[in-house]
């Protein structure tokens, strides 16, 4: 029986129309269920109790769920898009009215009609009227008209790096307005569901799309021909990046560690004085020296109050939003002529969200309902879009909550008559410290003066992050809440690249600061220049320098940088951003691809590494407590060989004539080894039998990022031709720690002597086998670890390839001598903090 679930403000009201319906329906067991007011007892809508109310009737018949108006609505459709698809598509929201509507749902349910059928019930039941036609009735409440006239599609490949987002979808919302026609954009690739073109929030939201998806554009009107035709031009321009892009430096994307919180009600500041010193993310390159400027926001706590005047409350929040876009379009011209163009372009998303229907309805039926004041309206909606914009898979989406809280921020001080900071006029060249940076405040930088960003929050993909790498800006991030403490005035040291801030530092340590800034912009001209010549020492000791990469893109920039080959081809993103598995020829023409660029230089690709952090939505792996201690990587490989064989059969495939090697990532056993070379085995077979070419011999490798692989190298080696360490997953599971928790973080270092010993051992271990060993972790490119690995033995340094110039500048200037007395040396020492400091004075002594 379809199941029928009543969301409303009022708690009584929603608890009545459920019995109203119960009793007309003539049916004890009729599934309905009530989701009304919030825990305290007061009016509102509650997510949680949604979610109950359709757990509670939901089955495979449907479930239809009514709702009053408002924040009703928005929070119901926020809970149906992170059910799973399959749960998704049985349930249904109508615009039927609540009390009519859920008494005719409610009998059609109980004599066995369907979904359709039920819903149909519901949206019919004031077909006929219920006051005599001779009294006036209200004048109907305008329904937008059905779209008429022709109808046309186009489905096109997004071409431009970022995709459809931010920028990008505040022009194609803008042009898709200048029509009459109805117009949808969908993510094909990705099976969402078309959302309306002209609103930006929808699309921002749900009709976003990566570089290289496939979107369907659908348009309905008298002037169909002329906006599709406009905005398939537009698209097929890359929307006026596909020029930047090809002129800007390649950026390798990678797996982002997970962003930390973003509400400041989640940072905790320690009473006292800050430490000195602090670890965080290292969000952009570089190192600065300066005084600490201390960012506070205006207190925007808000307080909700009753309001006599409901109109009265709608017009201010109207005229707040007026003002809100007339500063919107000062600071757009002002960025625009201070900094650039593309920064200025920003806010044309933020401005667009303040002309979005959908959200200022939102705030206007939130104010009429729980006749409310503006502020408290304004803050429960944005809230709400915040916190859809975090739930949503796609990282850079994610990032997009920071637009609209800022957006938030910006209604609120002007509804409360608050004056908002100003970063743009700064008394000294100084270091920027903040809870987070919003975008607002970022682009609006006196970059004249800034020399450094450090922020408690964030991640590598939030917007401070992302303008400081574009402004060459070094920045810090995730440091927690003790880097506000600081006091304004008091002196930085910031390392962009390994995420530490000296607070108060000693003569000294500016001095090397200083030194290092200096040094590094020589460096980076000169390394560029042999960058495509070999790494080798003083006394001519040989190691390879390769790349990390997840693309072909990167593939040809690993050679732009002189990489020596592939060190680690990622191969999940043939997997991720998409509903169905990459099948055997899709995968080989991408490794083919990858291999042509290479040509005999090395390729290494890790099968596919799924699980923990990287989910993939099409495939059930089941609920798991831990997913990092889950069916990940080689496990879930081995358990699932629908997946397995198609990869390995491509691998072999794309490795004729071509030297391929494959990797098998987070091994932990000798058992998971034989698995693994049984399926590779199994997979040649097949291909033998079909008479498929396929390489003859392929080397094969693990990756060694458990504890347990580590320690049992030696009983490992012989199973394998090469072992490759994964520090970034080594360092955590062996120190506990998440890097991406700015509550931890400090724990998190590649440098700390067990570390460094667990590495030894897988060393020592395959050489003593007679097979090399590399590095594949962030620690490969580290100007601090690649003494120490070098003089550990380590035959192989695999990295971003935009590093990869300056580690063979370094390796050539030392003598493999005294790197192995350096690494027998930092062996001895008690702790981390040891480490860097024999490190550093080894590196100052290099320098002298």
């Known amino acids: 029986m379809v199941g029928i679930v009543i969301v409303a403000h009022s708690h009584d009201l929603a608890q009545g129309v459920c019995e109203v319906a119960s009793q007309m329906s003539a049916r004890d067991d009729l599934p309905i269920a009530a989701a009304g007011g919030l825990e305290d007892g007061s009016l509102g809508t509650s997510f949680e109790r949604i979610q109950q109310a359709v757990d509670a009737v939901y089955s495979d018949d449907g479930v239809l769920v009514l709702m009053d108006l408002g924040s009703a609505v928005m929070t119901t459709q926020m809970l149906l898009e992170m059910l799973p698809p399959e749960q998704r598509a049985r349930i249904r929201l109508t615009n039927a009215p609540l009390v009519e509507g859920a008494i005719a749902a409610a009998v059609a349910a109980s004599l066995g009609d369907d979904l359709d059928k039920v819903q149909r019930a519901a949206e019919t039941a004031l077909e006929f009227p219920k006051v005599p036609q001779e009294a006036p009735l209200a004048p109907p409440v305008e329904v937008a008209p059905a779209p008429t006239g022709p109808s046309r599609s186009v489905e096109l490949i997004v071409p431009n790096p970022v995709g459809l987002h931010a920028r990008p979808a505040a022009l194609f919302v803008q042009t898709a307005a200048q029509f009459k026609s109805t117009i949808t954009v969908q993510n094909v690739s990705q099976n969402r569901q078309p959302v309306d073109a002209k609103s930006m929030m929808q699309v921002a939201s749900q009709g976003t799309a990566r570089q290289g998806e496939r979107i369907r554009i659908v348009a309905q009107g008298d002037d169909a021909d002329e906006a599709i035709a406009a905005l398939r031009a537009l698209v097929e321009d890359g929307f006026g990046e596909m020029e930047e892009a090809a002129e800007a430096a390649p950026v390798e994307v990678t797996a982002p560690p997970p ?107 939130t104010i009429t309902a729980e006749r409310c004041n503006a502020e408290f309206a304004v803050q429960r909606v944005i809230e709400r879009w915040v916190s859809r914009f975090e739930g949503l898979d796609d990282d850079l989406m994610r990032a997009r909550a920071a637009d609209v809280r800022d957006v938030g921020h910006r209604l609120l001080a002007v509804l409360m008559g608050v004056e908002q900071a100003q970063l743009s006029q700064l008394p000294e060249p100084v270091i920027i410290v903040a809870d987070d940076l919003v975008p607002s405040e970022t682009a609006l930088l006196d970059r004249e003066r800034v020399r450094g960003l450090c922020t408690a929050l964030g991640g590598s993909t939030s917007h401070t992050a992302i303008l400081a790498r574009m402004w060459g800006i070094p920045a810090v991030v995730g440091l927690g809440g003790a880097i506000l403490t600081v006091a304004s005035g008091t002196t930085l040291a910031l390392d962009g690249e390994s995420g530490v801030v000296e607070i108060d530092p000693s003569p000294e340590t500016v001095r090397t600061y200083r030194a290092r800034q200096e040094r590094l912009a ?327």
């Open 259 to 365: 962003t930390a919180p973003s509400p400041l009600s989640t940072l905790t500041v320690p009473p006292g004085p800050p430490p000195p010193r602090l670890q965080g993310i290292g969000a952009s390159e570089g190192y600065a020296v300066a005084p600490a400027f201390v960012y506070r926001r205006p207190d925007l706590r808000v307080e909700q109050r009753a309001v006599d005047d409901v109109q009265a409350e709608v017009d201010r929040f109207q005229q707040a939003v007026a003002v809100a876009r007339q500063q919107l379009d000062e600071i757009q011209q002002q960025v625009s002529t201070t900094a650039d163009e593309q920064t200025g372009r920003i806010f044309e998303f933020h401005r667009m969200m303040l002309e979005d229907a959908e959200l200022l309805h939102a705030v206007e039926d």
């Open 522 to 848: 020589t460096l980076q001209a000169e390394a560029m220049e042999r960058a495509e010549e070999p790494a080798i020492t003083r006394d001519g000791h040989q190691v390879e320098v390769v790349a990390n990469i997840g693309d072909v893109e990167s593939a040809r920039e690993a050679i732009k940088y002189g990489a020596e080959g592939v060190g680690l081809l990622r191969t999940e993103f043939l997997y991720l951003e998409r509903t169905t598995l990459p099948d055997e020829e899709e995968q080989l023409a991408a490794y083919r691809a990858i291999a042509e660029i290479m040509g005999q230089r090395p390729l290494i690709v890790r099968t596919l590494d799924v699980g923990g952090d990287k989910q993939l939505p099409y495939l059930d792996i089941g609920p798991e407590l831990n997913p990092f201690l889950g069916v990940r990587a080689i496990r879930l490989c081995l358990e699932r060989p629908d997946i397995f064989q198609p990869q390995l059969r491509a691998i072999l495939r794309a490795g004729v004539g071509h030297n391929v090697k494959i990797m098998f990532p987070m091994v932990a056993t000798r058992e998971e080894i034989l698995r693994a070379r049984e399926a590779l085995d199994q997979a040649r077979r097949s291909l033998e039998a079909e008479g498929v070419p396929c390489a003859d011999e392929v080397e094969v490798g693990i990756m060694v990022e458990t504890p347990a692989a580590a320690i049992a190298a030696d009983v490992l080696a012989p199973e394998v031709d090469f072992f490759s360490i994964g520090s970034n997953d080594l360092t955590q599971y062996t120190l506990a720690v998440d890097r991406g928790n700015e509550r931890v973080s400090y724990l998190y270092h590649a440098l700390d002597p067990a570390v460094l010993r667990l590495i030894r051992i897988v060393i020592e271990a395959g050489h003593a086998a007679g097979k090399w060993v590399g590095v594949c972790g962030e620690m490969a490119g580290q100007r601090a670890a690649i003494p120490i690995l070098l003089g550990l033995g380590l035959d192989e340094f695999s990295m971003n390839p935009r590093a990869i110039p300056l580690a063979k500048h370094l390796i050539r200037q030392l003598d493999y001598s005294q790197a192995q007395a350096l690494a027998q040396e930092v062996l001895a020492l008690r702790d981390v903090a040891e480490v860097e400091a024999r490190v550093d004075q080894f590196l100052r002594d290099l320098e002298t």
